[in-house]
Nanobody, 119 residues
């Protein structure tokens, strides 16, 4: 049974920090591309950050570059998103995504964790 379980969300003031975690199970985590997406009310889901299986290559949305850092620990089957200098515009539900496979591409999603940035 594939599972992606996000944690670490919550309420934080502008300028604050949060560290999100996504614990994965049920698939070969180390071979999958891992991403964080977010979706704010009334908005489409957007990609925030991606880390490839090697752990050395990453992509970030322009809106979070310099503030967010994605990392992974393949020994723990966990991907992280360190979020610094948070802004109200970062308020959204954050989702963990796993994508992998060569012949058949598989795409898995977690249930999401709420991040609220407000004074």
């Amino acid at each position: 049974q594939v599972q992606l379980v996000e944690s670490g969300g919550g309420l934080v003031q502008p300028g604050g920090s949060l560290r999100l975690s996504c614990a994965a199970s049920g698939f070969t985590f180390s071979t999958y591309i891992m991403s964080w997406y977010r979706q704010a009310p009334g908005k489409v889901r957007e990609s925030v950050a991606t880390i490839f299986s090697s752990g050395s290559s990453t992509n970030y949305a322009d809106s979070v570059k310099g503030r967010f850092t994605i990392s992974r620990d393949n020994a723990k089957n966990t991907v992280y998103l360190q979020m610094n200098s948070l802004k109200p515009e970062d308020t959204a539900v954050y989702y963990c995504n796993a994508r992998g496979g060569t012949i058949i591409v598989r795409n898995y999603w977690g249930q999401g964790t709420q991040v609220t940035v407000s004074s």
